[in-house]
């Protein structure tokens, strides 16, 4: 019977059921932490990244939440090159890293079987009585996700102890006590998940059933640094200079432990496997047969991280410099809006966005936090837009006003960019409140896509129209537009800035402007309704209107100001 292959097939469709549950715990783990901690790790790492020591506390918390080394470094090396961390800091966050996996994989060696049932309990509780408060449904999903793990492990232990063919399978294991190989099969099973947590936590499986050698277990551990290594390579190798520099440290990190462990793993097992013999001796006064393997790799790949980190940490900079010695970083990335000018109106069809990244997307809170970075870049371009446009109509300057066309070409391709991004972001599944803001953040781009437009074309024409007919305003006629312009400019402001921070009290500030502006407007038609009560002769009807048009449209860039705040206003309802 123990040939029989039908005799098997119900175990080995239990098996692979149960690992199906396993590796859906670990995403459940992964979705719930990436939108419990996803929004934060911009502030993780304005905060640790400062100090040389606490850097690699970055990677490790990071790491921790997305449970992938690989995703983790081209997070790490699409920061830098963006301009969000330096070089410098990345080399030291990405150190964290695999301290982060180890981590994970210790809770997962906890065994706490008979614990998966109060775990579910502890999960379903906040989802069934706190619905309104995503963050307390997400703390539910992750502990529900944590049961899931435990319980599917005790199945699969269930079902390998009764397996009728036990030990051919620990036969053919067996073999990956051999050192190629064990990497060899450690590396497979980590490119082939891009989960460097999951690939442990298998590993962990096999070795709570049994299946394979304590020496396999190590070989199989350090493997899966070897898969993250080539994954991170291959990401950054058509990559700019900072990512490619990037893309090697990280490879020399995970490097390193193998190096490190790999010629002396039969002593590192002997010496795992004579304090599992003194601790069954201790609790049960002889060696039992209750394998600790899960806990020994567990160990392992803690252990050897962590001597790693407290090995390299002081070479960082010596790192950085043999690296810079080689290929010099790239110049700061970050957007010149005074070269903005230069560009062409074939902005539209060139322009790649900066920020809009889709290594991040697996993070919809960071990929949104990356929208709006994006978003703040097109706010600078439409600020010297409306610095520079009613200079361009009043003086009748078409060379200004062609520079601006070309500005909002760029706009356009930034909202267009945008919104495409956006709707990749929708696709993935988000939590009721960062849904909202995404539509929010739609709604925004939109606005500020719509004030490029009354500049491009309502404001250009009338720049062509004093162009055309050499048209001279008075600095009486135009003080009044100035006015008005410069308030509406302050609100523009305000608004972004509003929209940036999340701020109530700089959104409110711009209503507060609204006051103003009527006053501003009705001071200025009462002063013109004078002049040509007081002067009708020398009242030049034509300027009038002219001056009439350009404010009706600074009012309506000022609604478009104001449809900012107020989605700022219903997104956050307090400060």
């Known amino acids: 019977m123990s040939n029989n292959p039908v005799s098997s097939l119900p175990l080995i469709i239990s098996v692979l059921g149960n690992l199906a549950v396993f590796l859906y715990g670990m995403e459940v783990i992964n979705q719930s932490l990436k939108i419990i901690i996803g929004k934060k790790v911009e502030n993780l790492l304005d905060s640790l990244t400062q100090h040389r020591v606490l850097q690699p506390l970055a990677g490790l918390s990071i790491a921790a939440s997305i449970q992938s080394a690989a995703l983790t470094a081209r997070m790490v090396m699409r920061f830098s090159s963006l301009g969000l961390l330096s070089v410098n800091e990345a080399i030291g966050v990405l150190l964290g890293v695999n301290l982060g996996i180890a981590i994970t994989v210790q809770i997962i060696a906890l065994e706490l079987m008979e614990w998966a049932v109060v775990l579910f309990l502890l999960g379903f509780i906040p989802i069934l009585f706190f619905r309104h408060r995503p963050r307390f449904r997400q703390i539910g999903h992750f502990f529900i996700g944590l049961g899931l793990i435990f319980f599917s492990m005790d199945q699969m232990a269930n079902v390998v102890a009764t397996w009728p063919d036990l030990n051919r399978i620990t036969e053919i294991t067996g073999y990956l006590e051999s050192p190629w190989l064990g990497l060899l099969v450690g590396l497979i099973l980590s490119a082939l998940i891009q989960s460097s947590a999951a690939a442990m936590g298998l590993i962990l499986v096999l070795a709570m059933g049994d299946l394979i050698p304590l020496h396999a277990g190590f070989y199989l551990a350090l493997g899966t640094n070897l898969g993250s290594a080539l994954n991170g390579m291959a990401f950054s190798y058509h990559r700019n200079t900072n990512e490619r520099q990037l893309g090697l440290i990280h490879a020399f990190y995970n490097l390193f432990p193998v190096l490190l462990a790999v010629w002396w793993i039969p002593e590192i097992a002997h010496w795992f496997s004579i304090d599992e013999i003194n601790?069954?001796?201790?609790?049960?006064?002889?060696?039992?047969?209750?394998?600790?393997?899960?806990?020994?790799?567990?160990?392992?790949?803690?252990?050897?991280?962590?001597?790693?980190?407290?090995?390299?940490?002081?070479?960082?900079?010596?790192?950085?410099?043999?690296?810079?010695?080689?290929?010099?970083?790239?110049?700061?990335?970050?957007?010149?809006?005074?070269?903005?000018?230069?560009?062409?109106?074939?902005?539209?069809?060139?322009?790649?966005?900066?920020?809009?990244?889709?290594?991040?997307?697996?993070?919809?809170?960071?990929a949104l936090s990356m929208v709006h970075r994006e978003i703040r870049a097109m706010t600078k371009v439409l600020d010297e837009m409306i610095t520079k446009a009613p200079k361009a109509v009043i003086e009748g300057d078409s060379t200004l006003m062609n520079s601006i066309r070309a500005q909002d070409d760029l706009v356009d391709a930034m909202h267009q960019a945008i919104t495409q991004y956006l709707g990749r972001i929708r696709t993935r599944q988000l939590p009721t409140q960062t849904a909202k803001k995404v539509l929010a953040t739609i709604a925004v781009s939109g606005a500020l896509e719509s004030i490029g437009d009354i500049i491009e074309t309502n404001l250009s024409h009338l720049a062509e129209v004093c162009s055309g007919r050499k048209v001279r305003f008075t600095e009486a006629e135009t003080q009044p537009v100035m006015e008005l312009h410069a308030h509406v400019l302050e609100a523009f402001r305000s608004a972004v800035s509003a929209y940036v921070s999340h701020s109530r009290s700089k959104a409110e500030h711009v209503l507060m402007l609204d006051d103003q502006l009527r006053q501003i407007e009705s001071n200025c038609r009462m002063e013109q309704w004078n002049t040509l009560h007081d002067n009708e002769e020398a009242f030049d009807s034509f300027h009038l209107t002219l001056l009439m048009d350009i404010r009706e449209n600074l009012k309506r860039i000022h609604h478009h100001s104001r449809r900012i705040v107020d989605l700022v206003l219903d997104t956050n309802p307090t400060d």
């Open 279 to 366: 601790t069954n001796v201790w609790h049960h006064g002889a060696v039992g047969s209750v394998s600790d393997f899960p806990h020994h790799i567990a160990d392992f790949y803690f252990l050897i991280h962590l001597t790693s980190a407290i090995i390299l940490l002081p070479f960082i900079g010596l790192l950085l410099r043999l690296l810079q010695h080689h290929w010099p970083s790239d110049p700061d990335p970050s957007l010149d809006p005074s070269l903005i000018d230069t560009q062409s109106a074939a902005n539209r069809k060139v322009y790649s966005p900066q920020y809009l990244d889709n290594t991040f997307l697996s993070s919809p809170s960071l």
